[in-house]
């Protein structure tokens, strides 16, 4: 068995991993945001191809963990939203306001019931 394979394996490898696929995403992204609202000429091409290999890296990470597709989501869309709101600060100076931090709580906590409520 793989280093990979036995690393999501266990919940929290598993949950090591959906985070990294987080990160890749909302990085992806935020190459397109760049690109599409930041950047002109050859920078704009850059930032697009850049987001195209981004995702397509996120893409292959966030379908590693063979868990349920369902489960796996649902607890990647929580993953997703913080990163989303840690990069939206750090990478654009946007910072959250009381209704993403409820919302956020709110999609936060259904993410931590699929991950760790055995049925």
Same mark, same amino acid.
């Given at each position: #068995?793989? =280093?990979?394979?036995?690393?999501?394996?266990?919940?929290?490898?598993?949950?090591?991993?959906?985070?990294?696929?987080?990160?890749?995403?909302?990085?992806? !992204?935020?190459? =397109?945001?760049?690109?599409?609202?930041?950047?002109?000429?050859?920078?704009?091409? $850059? #930032?697009? $191809?850049?987001?195209?290999?981004?995702?397509?890296?996120?893409?292959?990470?966030?379908?590693?963990?063979?868990? !349920?597709?369902?489960? &796996?989501?649902?607890?990647?869309?929580?993953?997703? =939203? &913080?990163?989303?709101?840690?990069?939206?600060?750090?990478?654009?100076?946007?910072?959250?306001?009381?209704?993403?931090? &409820?919302?956020?709580?709110?999609?936060?906590?259904?993410? &931590?019931? #699929?991950?760790?409520?055995?049925?």
């Amino acid at each position: #068995m793989s =280093f990979l394979n036995r690393l999501v394996e266990n919940p929290m490898g598993a949950l090591g991993v959906l985070t990294i696929a987080a990160f890749l995403e909302v990085w992806g !992204d935020s190459f =397109f945001q760049a690109g599409f609202y930041r950047s002109s000429g050859f920078a704009r091409i $850059l #930032m697009l $191809l850049a987001g195209t290999a981004v995702l397509a890296l996120y893409g292959s990470t966030v379908n590693v963990p063979r868990w !349920d597709f369902g489960k &796996l989501l649902g607890v990647y869309v929580a993953l997703f =939203f &913080l990163a989303a709101q840690l990069l939206a600060k750090l990478r654009f100076g946007q910072s959250p306001t009381p209704s993403i931090y &409820l919302g956020g709580a709110f999609i936060v906590t259904g993410g &931590l019931v #699929m991950a760790f409520w055995k049925a």
